[in-house]
């Protein structure tokens, strides 16, 4: 559908447009209370959220690909309907293919706070290989106001139950990732997929001195982003996820990907609402299933550290 069918059917004047972004994609752009967002159909993938008064909160790389069949890198990829490389087929994408595919416009409606609430779905029937999850509908649901929610709705369309692993896996931007701070995750048992050790995380706040991507278990807490030189903590909740993964590539992984800067490194940080490994959700036929994450901003006063 063209840009200006969309905004026919579905666009809101000065709220929720939609326009050609990068590469010839389509994108809405929603301006709501003061907050700045763009989405694109691309995976559901929102790159950009800046709220009122501030900086845009979200990471987006300058190399990042804009090409459907690949994901965009940065903002908040949706990874669906696995987590990671798909167990007993090399050939099949990390991270699942909802993020690899366009999705169609459902609703764009103005929230009663002054809000706007735009929701993009597909149905994704029964793909080719043997292993991968069956008939389902995706519907994402990105509510930008004062706060950014990003709600994936799973609702499984097969005759039996559908088995899910995922990732809301949010590129946080910060001044610099070896200088920031994050709490929230004390007392979580998690896998670290850098060092291959397992561990309890302690009271005290993560920092970040090499390459770190950790999957923290029964961690359904809020987590709260600490970056005094940017002024900021950005507070990281969710809905539906037990899981919550924290990453940064550093050097070596950073110059290995071809659509990561070599020197993008320290400026990003990611905190993702997951359900990964053995936090797998089966959904029954008929049933659905919510993951939310849901971002907001405090200022932080000058130099204050956690
Ligand atoms: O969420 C962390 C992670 O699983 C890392 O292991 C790394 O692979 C990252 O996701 C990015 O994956 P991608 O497929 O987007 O390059």
Redesign the pocket.
């Known amino acids: 559908m063209s840009v200006e069918e969309l905004n026919r059917l579905f666009g809101i004047p000065g709220l929720a447009e939609f326009e050609e972004g990068n590469g010839g994609l389509t994108k809405l752009v929603i301006a709501a209370e003061g907050s700045l967002a763009e989405v694109y159909l691309l995976g559901a993938h929102v790159t950009s959220w800046t709220p009122a008064g501030g900086e845009d909160v979200l990471w987006l790389s300058r190399e990042s690909r804009y090409e459907i069949g690949k ?1 965009i ?1 940065g903002g908040i ?1 949706i ?1 669906h309907p696995w ?2 490389p798909l167990e007993g087929d090399s050939s099949a ?3 699942g293919y909802v ?1 690899l595919t366009c999705l169609e416009v459902e609703s764009i409606s103005p929230t009663d706070d002054g809000g706007v609430s735009a929701v993009l779905w597909r149905r994704f029937g029964k793909p080719p290989g043997d292993n991968w999850p069956g008939d389902f509908e995706l519907r994402l649901r990105v509510t930008v106001g004062r706060s950014l929610s990003v709600a994936a709705e799973t609702l499984n369309r097969g005759q039996r139950d559908l088995v899910i692993s995922e ?1 809301l ?1 949010t590129y946080f931007r910060v001044s610099d990732v070896r200088k920031v701070r994050v709490t929230g995750l004390a007392g979580a048992a998690y896998w670290s ?1 850098a060092t291959g050790g397992r561990a309890v995380q302690g009271p005290e706040p993560l920092t970040f001195t090499a390459q770190t ?1 950790s ?1 923290y278990r029964h961690s359904a807490g809020e987590v709260v982003l600490h970056d005094p030189q940017m002024l900021r903590a950005i507070n990281v909740a969710k809905r539906g996820s037990k899981s919550t ?1 924290v ?1 940064n ?1 550093w050097i070596e ?1 950073a110059a290995a ?1 071809p ?2 800067g070599d020197d993008e490194w320290p400026e990003m940080l ?1 905190i ?1 609402a ?1 359900n ?1 490994l053995d936090d797998a959700v089966a959904v029954p036929p008929g049933k659905t299933h919510v993951i939310e994450t849901i971002i907001s901003v405090e200022p932080c006063r000058h130099g204050v550290t956690v």
């Open positions: 994901p890198r990829p990874c987590f990671g994408p990390i991270h993020r990732a896996h997929k991507d999957v993964v990453w590539p992984k990907m659509d990561f990611c993702e997951a990964a």
